[in-house]
Nanobody
Framework: QVRLVESGGGLVQAGDSMRLSCVVS????????LAWFRQAPGKEREFVSG????????LYADSVKGRFTISRDNAKNLVLLEMNSLETEDTAVYYC??????????????WGRGTQVTVSS
């Protein structure tokens, strides 16, 4: 059974940095892309960033470009999201997802339960 478990969330102030981690256990039998989504209260879940299996391709939402960096370590079945210059608008539950292809849509096969990120002003 494939499981994704996020960690690293918490409460920070605007302008601070934070790193989220997601470990994939019972990994899929196929090479998988990994992505981060987020959902703020009262809003729909939105794509944040994604990375291909090889790491050669990455995608970012316009709202986080230049501030967030995604990376992965396939030997550790791990994906990281480095978040800098955090803004109050980044407050949300962040979800890790794994799927067959890198896409900004929510069509991923496996999802974590999420980790809360709160940015105070």
């Amino acid at each position: 059974q494939v499981r994704l478990v996020e960690s690293g969330g918490g409460l920070v102030q605007a302008g601070d940095s934070m790193r989220l981690s997601c470990v994939v256990s019972g990994r899929p039998s196929w090479n998988y892309a990994l992505a981060w989504f987020r959902q703020a209260p009262g809003k729909e879940r939105e794509f944040v960033s994604g990375i291909s299996w090889s790491g050669a391709s990455t995608l970012y939402a316009d709202s986080v470009k230049g501030r967030f960096t995604i990376s992965r370590d396939n030997a550790k079945n791990l994906v990281l999201l480095e978040m800098n210059s955090l803004e109050t608008e980044d407050t949300a539950v962040y979800y890790c997802a794994a799927g067959r292809s890198l896409t900004q849509t929510s069509g991923y096969d496996y999802w974590g339960r999420g980790t809360q990120v709160t940015v105070s002003s």
